[in-house]
């Protein structure tokens, strides 16, 4: 049989499954996604952006079982005020969620609105992922767009109190949840998103990030506990002048996450740094995949993405950034780097530039190493364990993707999860 037969069969197979949300404003945006996802057929190992990373059990009609897991610790930012939003299996849970109100936002459930044949999530909703598929196909996003049942829709109209708070928990071991979520954030207003949780067995999750002029959202992000877990995510984000997003996620454990950043920086002087940290052990394959394009004056974008891999464990960075013609005096930096603690992990890199302007600055670097020798010797000379020696060059390793995260409360919080990591799985 044909590969594009089998494409289009396991396609089927997967869409047979699924039931689309009918009526309402989203109407159209999800008999757009069908169709594209039709077009496109799920993704194989042969598409060209896969070859990394096997989406075999991203695309199966049945979600594989995933146990659930308790390390002992309270969730990620518990210690933080905040509006908490939570999804159980990617189902609302309103009593453990706090009411839906704060100062200078409107939140509304996706699901809630769907009856609506007005809305201004009309304008965004499917409408940046549908442009993200340009020049590279995300059919996983289309799905999401086509089928995702709930989520949440905010509209930041003046900077709020306090950050809102996305908790995903994971309670059923067969459970297959899709979310999407759409942040429109007003001129000159500012808010923190983050989320933290493992959702479900198999997550699918898109979030549409529409940003006005001088307007700044900060994205603090943490997956991890259950291990078994798999995931593929998906941001895109649209910039107009003067606006800035930045986005920070923290990795830990998980069978199989793909996390996919696409950001249109369509204004002037607009300002994206993406930036990812993770720790894998074992059966452990992360893959970060982003995609920036300038089609601006005057625009910086920062991509830092730093993994710790050992026992046998693969980290995958997928990098471009483009420079469109006219998009003179363009900053774009991009670095990826691996600590590989021991000869049987991996990490497989492939960054890209394509510039059409010639006053740009634009650069890219990848590596990956073991620990230095001559700082270990120095640590260990001073009566330092060698197990705490290399914690401590650990998260010195990951302190510069760490570092982009602005606020120090939250930035500390990671930290601490990484330490607390790192004594779990020491080698004595």
Known sequence: MAVAQLKQDATEARLSVLQMPEGGWSEAARADALARVRAMGLPSRRDEYWKYTRPDT????VAPS??????GEDL?????DRLKIVFVDGVFDAEASDDLSLDG????RLSASAGSDIHWAKDVYGVLEAKGQDPVQRPLAALNTAFATDGVLVHVKS????PISLIYIHAAQNSDAMLHHVIKVDSGAEVTILENGPAAARFNKCMEIDLADNATLHHVRAQGRDHERRAATHIFTRLATQSVFKSFTLTANGVLTRNEVVIDLTGNDAVAHVAG?????GDFHHDDTVFITHDALNCE???VFKKVLRNGATGVFQGKILVKAGAQKTDGYQLSQSLLLDDDSQFLAKPELEIYADDVICSHGSTSGAIDDDAMFYLRSRGVPEGEATDLLTLAFLA????????????????NRLSAWLIRHRRT
């Open 58 to 61: 991203l695309v199966d009609a």
């Open 66 to 71: 995933a146990a659930l897991f308790d390390a």
């Open 76 to 80: 990620v930012f518990g210690e933080i």
């Open 105 to 108: 936002i409107e939140i509304e």
């Open 159 to 162: 900077t709020p109190s306090k």
């Open 277 to 281: 940290a993770c720790v894998g052990d």
């Open 301 to 303: 974008s920062r991509q």
């Open 400 to 415: 510069e993707a760490v570092d982009e995260i602005e606020d120090e409360a939250l930035a500390e919080e990671i930290v």
